[in-house]
């Protein structure tokens, strides 16, 4: 079965440049989540969706960041303009649970380096 | 805000040792979840406790609850290389968010 798809797996940009981030949930999952993944600041969660809606985008750093998931397969977070302290791991994760505390199903990440 | 601390931040020993890997916090979770995570991969899902002073088996691996749902613990035995991964817990906190703690960056040799 295939789990949760992100693309791209790996991303150089320059400042100021927009970055798409895209990913595909497990089918029948219907929470999505958007994790950033930093040395300093470890594992933290920007925006969740449940059934398609966001839920909760108060880990969502800056204007600059945004979130969309239009339908049940795709979602994308978009970061315009970046910069270089953007540059992290973005997960994306799925679940059953209508919660954002049930299990959490990973991607395997879009590496982002923005110079 | 509710912070999950673990230690060690990172461990590298022998194939053969047994080590613990803890996860402190001064706030109480409704439950944990451990998660491991290897190079350029996602975390994984390895186990959920609910009720405080539950231990849970996975083979080699013992989890534990702290009785006051502050803390947790993760004890290998025998690690293998495979072993070798960073290791997350992550709480589920009053406000219903998953917060993930600091991470173990566990390097098991052969």
């Known amino acids: 079965d295939a789990g949760v798809i992100q693309s791209p797996r790996h991303e150089v940009t320059e400042m100021g440049q927009e970055v798409t981030l895209r990913c595909k949930p497990i089918?029948?999952?219907?929470?999505l989540f958007w994790y950033r993944q930093t040395m300093m600041r470890g594992l933290e969660l920007l925006i969740y969706f449940n059934n398609n809606v966001p839920i909760d985008d108060s880990g969502m750093p800056e204007d600059r960041f945004s979130a969309k998931m239009p339908n049940a397969s795709f979602s994308t977070l978009k970061i315009q303009p970046s910069e270089p302290r953007d540059s992290a791991v973005y997960f994306c994760?799925?679940?059953?649970?209508?919660?954002?505390?049930?299990?959490?199903?990973f991607g395997e990440g879009s590496r982002l380096t923005v110079l | 805000t509710q912070l999950l601390e673990q230690s060690p931040q990172f461990l590298s020993i022998q194939e053969g040792e047994n080590l613990t890997v803890y996860c402190n916090s001064s706030?109480?979770?409704?439950?944990l979840q451990w998660y491991r995570q290897e190079p350029g991969e996602g975390p994984v899902l390895l186990v959920t406790v609910v009720t405080g002073g539950e231990v849970k088996k996975l083979k080699r691996l013992t989890f534990q609850f702290g009785d006051a749902r502050k803390d947790s613990s993760l004890h290998i035995t025998a690690a293998q290389p495979g072993d070798t991964g960073l290791y997350l817990c992550?709480?589920?906190?009053?406000?219903?968010?998953?917060?993930f703690g600091t991470g173990t960056r566990l390097q098991v040799f052969p």
């Open positions: 992550a709480g589920e906190s009053i406000t219903d968010k998953l917060i």
């Open positions: 994760a799925s679940s059953t649970d209508s919660h954002s505390t049930g299990e959490l199903f």
């Open positions: 706030s109480v979770f409704s439950s």
């Open positions: 089918s029948g999952h219907n929470s």
